[in-house]
């Protein structure tokens, strides 16, 4: 007799605790994710920053699963669901592959909003993938290597200026980093520039600092980051962003022009375009983050062997937390296992909320535990206590001991290299587009979709950045990695690099 098919879909929390779960029951796991690793997103900040490297926080998706024998990782960005013949689509190096199965539990995750402006992110990256965090981290150490090299102190203000939107925990934490690392660790370094007079602005449209912690935490939070040199502007909302800064309009109606080299963008989610896919034939609901209207036991209507859960899925206002993923890709795993097995299907889906918490900075966090507030050293405490346990892989949680204890009580940052392919590998591909997609045989392929759907990095991305910036002349890279961004905007760069491909027939 065959034994019953799951797939699943990403490999973030949802998905990987889903395939964990069922280890033990009479199925074949077939695990679908468009990068190789499970990666641990609530300390991307700090490989962003230069305390971790991004080994540390994203363990081998076949490692972790490779004493589960019922368990199969497949390497892929799923394309296509088609629920009525019960098929998932995945393409990966120019190949296509199909999967069948019986049940299938989507955990395809969510990536950064930018409220219908995508051009945004040209200068402003968010923060949830390893590119991103690479990103940020060449355009961050850029910022005061051009600034020691110049000589205009218009140029060496925009340079010195650190914008982050959005004042959830991603941002706070992101804006307290940035402070600690120029006003604490790069402060002997440089001959020409004081590190320590970087500005660090914390924008936010609402009028509180982290809003679901409570107006207490919130409010300790905000006095803390000014504590540590960040300026939060509250009800300040972003119009506009370009590469030499923002424009921010206040509720009182005027607007400020903030020149900014280097903008982070942690300002809401946007859910994964599989939403659509499953709303579409499901006649299921998207909420305004692309989120899929799931019944309350997790699966679509008329389909009760599609499972959606963590942040693709909408309901009764959960958070877009790891532990609501993570208890969601169990309860579907449960589910399953008990309706192979005959029995009555589980009660509808309950949250435990576990709290949440945020660091501010060095030996200073804040954490709401239900009724329970903490903050201080007390919170920054539990906070590391917490994200050591919920590290996969003991490896990672000894060097990001040594990591944390030569950060924390010294004043170094491990991982502090930075490469050009790190910062601009991704616009190069994107503007590049069905021109330059990845093959097996590493040469030009034609896709079929918009490469705007993956934002977030293909499998083998950055082989494929360094090929990409191979089309860039001379000139132009002297450009991408020197004083004046305004003259090489990412849609030049992408139009020199089309024509450089055209003229070499490829």
């Given at each position: 007799?065959?034994r019953t098919r799951?797939?699943v879909i990403?490999?973030?929390?949802g998905?990987l605790?889903?395939?964990?779960a069922l280890r033990?029951?009479?199925?074949?796991?077939t695990l679908i994710a468009?990068?190789?690793?499970?990666?641990?997103?609530?300390?991307?900040?700090?490989v962003?920053t230069?305390?971790?490297s991004e080994?540390?926080?994203?363990?081998p998706t076949r490692?972790?699963l490779r004493?589960?024998d019922n368990?199969?990782v497949v390497?892929?960005?799923v394309?296509?669901?088609d629920?009525?013949?019960?098929?998932?689509i995945?393409?990966?190096f120019?190949?296509?592959?199909?999967?069948?199965?019986d049940?299938?539990?989507?955990?395809?995750?969510?990536?950064?909003s930018?409220v219908?402006?995508?051009?945004?992110?040209?200068?402003?990256?968010g923060?949830k993938?390893?590119?991103d965090?690479?990103e940020?981290?060449?355009?961050?150490?850029?910022?005061?290597e051009l600034a020691?090299?110049?000589?205009d102190p218009?140029?060496l203000?925009?340079l010195?200026?650190?914008?982050?939107?959005?004042?959830?925990?991603?941002?706070v934490?992101?804006?307290?980093?940035?402070a600690?690392?120029?006003r604490?660790?790069?402060?002997?370094?440089?001959?020409?520039?004081?590190p320590?007079?970087a500005?660090v602005?914390?924008v936010?449209?609402?009028?509180a600092?982290?809003p679901?912690?409570?107006e207490?935490?919130?409010?300790?939070?905000?006095q803390?980051?000014?504590e540590v040199?960040v300026?939060?502007?509250l009800g300040a909302?972003v119009?506009d962003?370009?590469?030499?800064?923002?424009?921010?309009?206040?509720?009182?109606g005027h607007?400020q022009?903030i020149?900014?080299?280097?903008?982070?963008?942690?300002?809401?989610?946007?859910?994964?375009p599989?939403?659509?896919v499953?709303a579409?034939?499901s006649g299921?609901?998207?909420?305004g983050a692309?989120?899929?209207a799931v019944?309350?036991?997790?699966?679509?209507p008329g389909h009760?062997?599609?499972?959606?859960?963590g942040?693709?899925?909408?309901?009764?206002?959960?958070?877009?937390?790891?532990?609501?993923?993570?208890?969601?890709?169990r309860?579907?795993?449960?589910?399953?296992?008990?309706r192979?097995?005959g029995k009555?299907?589980?009660?509808f889906?309950?949250?435990?909320?576990k709290?949440s918490?945020a660091?501010?900075?060095?030996?200073s966090?804040v954490?709401?535990?239900?009724?329970?507030?903490f903050?201080?050293?007390?919170?920054?405490?539990?906070?590391?206590?917490?994200?050591?346990v919920?590290?996969?892989?003991?490896?990672s949680?000894v060097?990001?001991?040594?990591?944390?204890l030569?950060?924390?009580i010294?004043?170094g940052?491990?991982?502090?290299?930075?490469?050009?392919?790190?910062?601009y590998?991704?616009?190069?591909?994107?503007?590049?587009g069905?021109r330059?997609?990845p093959?097996?045989?590493?040469?030009h392929?034609?896709?079929?979709?918009?490469?705007?759907?993956d934002r977030?990095g293909?499998p083998?991305?950055?082989?494929?950045?360094?090929r990409?910036?191979?089309?860039?002349a001379?000139?132009d890279?002297?450009?991408?990695?020197?004083a004046?961004?305004?003259q090489?905007?990412?849609?030049r760069?992408?139009?020199h690099?089309t024509?450089?491909?055209?003229?070499?027939?490829e």
């Amino acid at each position: 007799m065959r034994r019953t098919r799951v797939v699943v879909i990403g490999s973030g929390f949802g998905g990987l605790f889903a395939a964990r779960a069922l280890r033990r029951a009479d199925v074949d796991v077939t695990l679908i994710a468009r990068t190789g690793h499970h990666l641990f997103q609530p300390l991307l900040y700090q490989v962003a920053t230069g305390t971790l490297s991004e080994g540390e926080i994203a363990a081998p998706t076949r490692e972790v699963l490779r004493r589960q024998d019922n368990a199969r990782v497949v390497l892929g960005e799923v394309t296509d669901i088609d629920l009525d013949a019960r098929m998932v689509i995945s393409s990966a190096f120019g190949r296509t592959n199909v999967h069948v199965y019986d049940e299938l539990i989507v955990a395809a995750g969510a990536g950064p909003s930018y409220v219908g402006l995508d051009r945004f992110a040209d200068f402003a990256p968010g923060l949830k993938s390893i590119d991103d965090a690479l990103e940020l981290r060449g355009r961050i150490l850029g910022a005061f290597e051009l600034a020691e090299l110049t000589g205009d102190p218009a140029e060496l203000d925009r340079l010195l200026t650190f914008v982050v939107v959005g004042a959830g925990p991603t941002g706070v934490e992101m804006a307290g980093q940035i402070a600690e690392l120029a006003r604490r660790r790069l402060r002997r370094d440089f001959r020409s520039i004081d590190p320590a007079t970087a500005r660090v602005v914390l924008v936010e449209s609402g009028p509180a600092v982290l809003p679901t912690f409570g107006e207490k935490l919130g409010g300790s939070a905000r006095q803390r980051l000014g504590e540590v040199g960040v300026e939060v502007q509250l009800g300040a909302t972003v119009t506009d962003v370009d590469a030499d800064g923002v424009d921010i309009e206040y509720t009182d109606g005027h607007v400020q022009r903030i020149p900014a080299a280097t903008k982070v963008w942690a300002a809401g989610v946007q859910a994964s375009p599989l939403g659509g896919v499953l709303a579409e034939q499901s006649g299921a609901e998207l909420d305004g983050a692309g989120r899929v209207a799931v019944l309350p036991d997790l699966t679509l209507p008329g389909h009760p062997e599609v499972h959606v859960v963590g942040d693709l899925a909408a309901l009764d206002d959960l958070p877009g937390q790891a532990h609501v993923a993570i208890q969601g890709g169990r309860y579907a795993a449960t589910a399953i296992k008990r309706r192979i097995a005959g029995k009555a299907p589980l009660g509808f889906f309950r949250y435990v909320d576990k709290g949440s918490m945020a660091t501010v900075s060095r030996f200073s966090a804040v954490v709401r535990l239900g009724r329970l507030h903490f903050e201080g050293v007390t919170a920054w405490t539990m906070w590391l206590a917490v994200h050591l346990v919920s590290i996969v892989g003991f490896t990672s949680r000894v060097t990001i001991v040594l990591h944390w204890l030569l950060s924390f009580i010294g004043r170094g940052r491990a991982q502090r290299v930075a490469t050009q392919q790190q910062v601009y590998g991704r616009l190069a591909l994107e503007h590049l587009g069905p021109r330059f997609a990845p093959s097996m045989s590493g040469e030009h392929a034609v896709v079929t979709r918009p490469r705007d759907e993956d934002r977030a990095g293909s499998p083998a991305q950055s082989g494929f950045e360094r090929r990409a910036l191979q089309h860039v002349a001379p000139q132009d890279a002297r450009e991408l990695q020197g004083a004046r961004p305004r003259q090489c905007s990412p849609l030049r760069v992408a139009r020199h690099m089309t024509s450089q491909t055209a003229d070499r027939g490829e």
